[in-house]
């Protein structure tokens, strides 16, 4: 079973920055695409990023230009900066691995790591 583990959430300003982090335990890690993933309270969880294993990264409208991906693979760690935040980046953050058509590969899932935007 592979464990995900997401760190580095946090309390911030709009207009922040905040990284945060994911180790995933898969014995593969270096030729997965991975994600990461939001829930916001009352919200279906969406895929906010992601990043092939040669590192071609895609990210959604809402968060383009302002997150950055990035994976160390020596480490099986994937990273995702978070800059210019905003209110509606609140939510649990987690990440996973990407099946071919965007599905997450792993269950259980993590725990998650959260990022409240706030004054």
């Known amino acids: 079973q592979v464990q995900l583990v997401e760190s580095g959430g946090g309390l911030v300003q709009p207009g922040g920055s905040l990284r945060i982090s994911c180790t995933a335990s898969?014995?593969?890690?270096?030729?997965?695409?991975m994600g990461w993933f939001r829930q916001a309270p009352g919200k279906q969880r969406e895929l906010v990023a992601s990043?092939?294993?040669?590192?071609?990264?895609n990210f959604a409208d809402s968060v383009k230009g302002r997150f950055t991906i990035s994976r160390d693979n020596a480490k099986n760690t994937v990273h995702l900066q978070m800059n210019t935040l905003e209110f509606d980046d609140t939510a649990q953050y987690y990440c996973?691995?990407?099946?071919?058509?965007?599905?997450?590969?792993?269950?259980?899932w993590g725990q998650g790591t959260q990022v409240t935007v706030s004054s």
């Open positions: 996973n691995a990407l099946l071919p058509g965007g599905s997450s590969m792993f269950k259980p």
């Open positions: 898969a014995a593969l890690f270096s030729i997965l695409t």
């Open positions: 990043i092939t294993s040669n590192g071609e990264t």
